[in-house]
């Protein structure tokens, strides 16, 4: 049973900057792809971005490419997010999650997940 605990997210200004942390434990983490979603008010969770174990491939949805950088410090069973540039439709609870599968975009692919942390973005 692994265990995910996100920290990290706030208000900021569009424009602004944030850096998602999800600390895993209870399993071992380079066993997972871990991946970031996030879910607006009325709207389903959708794919951020992922990363393998040995963080040689990501990939990202189109809506943050260039924007969001996924990235991982297994020494540390953590998993990050750096967001620049936001946009107030960044607005959601970003969630990580953690899949025993290569890359992969769809929620239900995922195993296990975090509470989320909520990132507000105003204009």
């Known amino acids: 049973q692994v265990q995910l605990v996100e920290s990290g997210g706030g208000l900021v200004q569009a424009g602004g900057s944030l850096r998602l942390s999800c600390v895993a434990s209870?399993?071992?983490?380079?066993?997972?792809?871990m991946g970031w979603f996030r879910q607006a008010p009325g709207k389903e969770r959708e794919f951020v971005a992922t990363v393998t174990w040995s963080a040689s491939t990501t990939q990202y949805a189109d809506s943050v490419k260039g924007r969001f950088t996924i990235s991982r410090d297994n020494a540390k069973n953590t998993v990050y997010l750096q967001m620049n540039s936001l946009k107030p439709e960044d607005t959601a609870v970003y969630y990580c999650a953690a899949s025993l599968y290569g890359i992969r975009v769809l929620p239900t692919q995922y195993r296990y997940w975090g509470q989320g942390t909520q990132v507000t973005v105003s204009s």
């Open positions: 209870g399993g071992t983490f380079t066993a997972y792809t």
